[in-house]
DNA sequence: TTCATTTCTTAACTTAAGTGAACGAGTTGT
DNA sequence: ACAACTCGTTCACTTAAGTTAAGAAATGAA
């Protein structure tokens, strides 16, 4: 498990051993089961979350609608708006597969910051890598119809097409359950025609 | 110049006259004529951007057609994918109006951060600010409808309505600009009747 | 100014997403 | 085993966005 995050971490920086020590004893693996909710609506945390196995998903309950906008599986970290902002959370997250976590809240992250610069260095380009792949996937998604979104989403992240609920999928691409249903019907008649 | 730059970044971290005049040092302060395209699809920049006055936006050419997907004012700053993935620019930017810019590029960024950590922690911070700002974008985008988002644009960026034209906004958000005409007059009737 | 180009609007028609309801399959809890 | 619930699909209908085309208004250049 150790091993998993420091093969993603020496990806960008390399770390000493006494620096891998200081972030082992910080003791932030964490086991959760299926349909745990990490963060509710409402609530303040400064955790932030990064999956080592599994899937976490972010949604709002809007017009007490869930509306999913978010799927993070393995090697993907989210730290929630709240956390920057501290401000209380406008959505939930939740666990749809039995996932393992790293777990680590922001007073820490600022006390291994200032202790080990590289550690910044880390975040940094963390930070900035997703930023640049965030704008993209907006990008993306501001320039295509759902039926593209839906065929882009094949490409890009085939494993989602299976892990996850139709219904979470479709509030994913900006639409209803209903709509998916009826999209998916369409793309099967094109092909056979 | 200076005082907006210097203003913005003690919101975050407080520089001594020593780093102060290391960035000034460095003669970063650009000013562009509208029209002018800072950066083309297919070329590779190191370029990063921060807007100190006017406007530029980001536009993808697909099937020869525009498709506007940021704008970028007063104390915003835009670091292309491409730089951070050193790819060619899948975008054009180009400034929409006469426009005072930073422009920094990333191999100097990378030696102010490693002589200055506090400039590192700076990148770090607004890094992470913007992450946490655009997945709420990103969420508010996905779970509303064409006129929803028009709604919110004028709450939250009123100056865009009044500075940028019609068919770069109907883009921005996510439609035709006849749909976006069809919208606003559907919504002058409502708010007659 | 005049001419050309771009931008915005309007309209008629097509296509697809939203809505509300119903149904069967699969799941969960008792 | 049964009831209750969730999930995915389908259908009929409504609503709004895409498409194509035309024309008016604004902008820019010769």
């Known amino acids: 498990m150790q091993d998993i995050l420091f093969g993603f971490i020496s990806k960008y920086v390399s770390l000493t051993d006494d620096e891998k020590n200081a972030i082992l004893s910080l003791d932030i693996f964490r086991s959760v ?3 745990t909710i990490l963060l509710k609506e409402g609530q303040k945390t400064k955790d932030s979350y990064f999956v080592l196995k599994g899937c976490i998903r972010t949604y709002y309950d809007l017009d007490s609608e869930e509306k999913t906008t978010g799927f993070f599986t393995e090697m993907e970290a989210l730290t929630p708006p709240c956390v920057i902002n501290k401000t ?3 959505y939930y997250i939740s666990c749809i597969e039995d996932t393992i976590l790293i777990i680590s809240n922001s007073d820490m992250e600022a006390e291994v ?4 610069p590289k550690f910044e ?3 940094r380009i963390l930070s900035e890598q997703l930023l640049a792949k965030q704008r993209i996937d907006f990008d993306e998604f501001k320039t295509s119809s759902p039926e593209q979104r839906y065929l882009n989403l094949i490409q890009k992240r085939p494993d989602l097409i299976q ?4 219904h979470q999928l479709a509030s994913f691409l900006g639409i209803k359950p209903q709509s998916l249903s009826r999209l998916r019907a369409r793309l099967v008649e094109k092909n056979k025609g």
Chains 1, 2 share one sequence.
Do not use: A, D, H, Y
């Not at 910051?113 to 080990?116: D, E, L, P, R």
């Not at 892990?163 to 139709?166: E, H, T």
């Open 88 to 90: 209380p959370s406008e």
């Open 121 to 123: 260095t880390l975040c």
């Open 33 to 35: 089961k299926k349909g």
């Open 113 to 116: 910051n200032s202790k080990f």
């Open 163 to 166: 892990r996850v609920p139709q």
